[in-house]
């Protein structure tokens, strides 16, 4: 999954958040599974 | 994290973006952020260090946000001043302060060349929109410096702002705000910037004052343009509506009373407008009735709040501004547009209580209380003031009066200073200012309370007529009768050309007592 700038991704186990200033090509995880783009 | 992270956050979403719009002028999030840098260099050049005080004295302009995000980067304190300080309190302020560098608009120079001789701590005195012979020139200074980005390690509980407040008692008293308290703000209200949606907000309320302030860090966090007016004038803010396409705008009540009843506001296209907040001063019910019927399409938001609070701390939202429901919703509604501020937001906790300071039931009036991360610690080197309105647990005395529904929406009844005793009854001023304000003949009133040797105070109404219109005492007196408790009409009207108000529009009652009320 490509991490685009200016998304924001949620941990659904934490409620954690984070928004993305540079993308990359890598994966966002968080407590030990995939973090899912807010929408 | 601190507000510089908001500038960094936003620059990396949307570089290329408009953020600051001055008068045909457009700059980017990142050309801000690189004349950002080169000027933090060159403070730091001036020998500007972490926790010293930078002073700025100009009306709304771009230098304005940049020289407090260079304040910010360097971890050094920005002291916003208020332009139409007199002489006397601006020495006071600048002295109090000690501040180490002054940026100051050319209108401005003479008044504060005469004082500078004075400040052993200002060592620099920056012209901010003009050259002047032996003064250093802001261009001039970001000329010669790198944009590279200036880091410095900054606690999230350092002070970033310094800002006076006279309110509308007494002199000055500096409010130390923190980065946390803005960071709280942003992250529990305002959505992050976002490269698929933008947004114009127009910003025409002074950024000495907390609304500005706030409203520009929000602005910065949301990726919006800035669109920066340098003060407020009527024709123009419409204008800039029209032509900008602004979603956005922040007024005082005075102020949106001028564009709904300004004779060509039917000429502009003001379309692009979704948002209206107001605050900074109490709305007069009127006012802000003719703004929804004028502007059916804008939600409108009730913004209260304090320097001490960093601002907005209870909001009365769009959906209570919209007339529409059961009779008993539009009742309902009627009455917290009359004298709601609406209900705290989520990171502010808000109390009613009684001079004991104990909480008190739903609808009992008592002095409002806040606490949360926005709250300042306390007053600028006067513990004294600090001890009279923070208190041992850490509350916030807002020194205004109100009362707290079961539904949880508080109800403004006034200043706790201006509140009026009458043979031990307590009138709030703004109810009946609310009545003065629905009788036609009146443009606008305001009630203070004048002693009296049997009821201990009475209250008495200073009223503006509507152009063309007279009116006598009795007959507005009889008006009141018919809308207000025998003990809370006013026994004496006095009429005046205009009232006395602060830079925010705010009615002067400490004047109006000094000069009206024997």
Redesign the interface.
């Known amino acids: 999954m490509a991490n685009?700038?200016?998304k924001?991704y949620v941990c659904k186990k934490c409620g954690a958040e984070f928004?993305v200033?540079?993308g990359g090509k890598g994966e966002l995880n968080c407590c030990g599974q995939k973090m899912e783009l807010k929408k | 994290m601190n507000t510089n992270d908001f500038l960094?956050?936003a620059t990396?979403?949307?570089p290329d973006r408009d953020f600051l719009v001055f008068e045909g002028q457009r700059q980017s999030f990142a050309e801000t952020n690189a004349r950002v840098n080169r000027l933090a260099h060159a403070l730091r050049k001036l020998s500007v260090q972490q926790g010293d005080r930078i002073g700025m004295l100009q009306v709304n302009c771009p230098q304005y946000v940049e020289a407090y995000f260079a304040a910010a980067k360097l971890g050094a304190i920005f002291v916003p001043l208020n332009f139409r300080a007199k002489a006397d309190e601006l020495s006071y302020m600048i002295g109090n302060a000690e501040i180490s560098v002054l940026f100051v608009g050319t209108r401005y120079l003479d008044m504060v060349d005469d004082m500078l001789p004075k400040f052993s701590t200002v060592t620099a005195c920056i012209c901010v929109d003009d050259k002047r012979d032996e003064k250093l020139f802001y261009e001039d200074l970001l000329e010669s410096e790198s944009p590279d980005e200036v880091t410095s390690e900054i606690d999230d509980d350092d002070i970033t702002i310094l800002m006076y407040t006279a309110g509308t008692t007494g002199r000055p008293k500096g409010v130390p705000l923190k980065h946390s308290g803005f960071v709280s703000y942003v992250l529990e209200n305002v959505e992050?910037?976002?490269?698929?949606f933008e947004e114009g907000n127009l910003l025409t309320v002074p950024l000495y004052h907390v609304a500005g302030m706030q409203a520009m860090l929000a602005g910065v966090y949301g990726g919006r343009t800035l669109v920066l007016m340098r003060q407020f004038e009527v024709k123009e803010w419409m204008k800039t509506i029209q032509d900008e396409g602004a979603s956005r705008a922040m007024l005082v009540p005075t102020m949106l009373k001028w564009v709904v009843d300004d004779p060509d506001f039917q000429k502009y296209d003001l379309s692009s407008l979704k948002v209206i907040t107001y605050g900074a001063a109490p709305m007069p019910f009127e006012v802000i009735k003719k703004a929804i019927q004028e502007l059916p399409w804008v939600r409108f938001i009730n913004a209260f709040g304090q320097t001490e609070t960093a601002s907005t701390i209870t909001t009365l939202g769009p959906e209570d501004h919209v007339l529409e429901g059961t009779d008993e919703e539009i009742d309902k509604k009627l009455k917290r547009l009359t004298s709601s501020i609406g209900r705290p937001l989520p990171d502010v906790e808000v109390k009613i209580v009684d001079e004991k300071g104990d909480p008190l039931p739903p609808n009992e009036v008592g002095e409002i209380l806040a606490k949360g991360p926005r709250i300042m610690t306390g007053y600028w080197g006067d513990e004294e003031k600090t001890a009279q309105v923070i208190t041992p647990d850490g509350w916030l005395r807002t020194g205004d009066k109100g009362s707290m529904d079961e539904e949880g929406y508080i109800y403004l009844a006034g200043r706790g200073d201006d509140m009026i005793i009458r043979g031990g009854e307590n009138i709030s001023p703004e109810e009946i200012e609310n009545a003065l304000h629905s009788y036609p003949k009146i443009e606008e009133a305001a009630v203070i309370g004048i002693p009296d040797p049997e009821w201990g105070q009475e209250p008495r109404a200073v009223v503006v007529l509507k152009k063309g219109e007279a009116a006598t005492a009795e007959e507005i007196m009889e008006y009141c009768r018919s809308r207000l408790a025998g003990f809370k009409r006013p026994r004496s009207i006095i009429f005046v050309d205009a009232l006395p108000r602060n830079a925010m529009g705010k009615v002067l009652k400490k004047e109006l007592r000094e000069k009206l009320g024997n």
Request: aromatic share 0%.
């Open positions: 685009e700038v200016g924001r928004i200033t540079r | 960094s956050i990396a979403i949307c992050p910037a976002n490269p698929e």
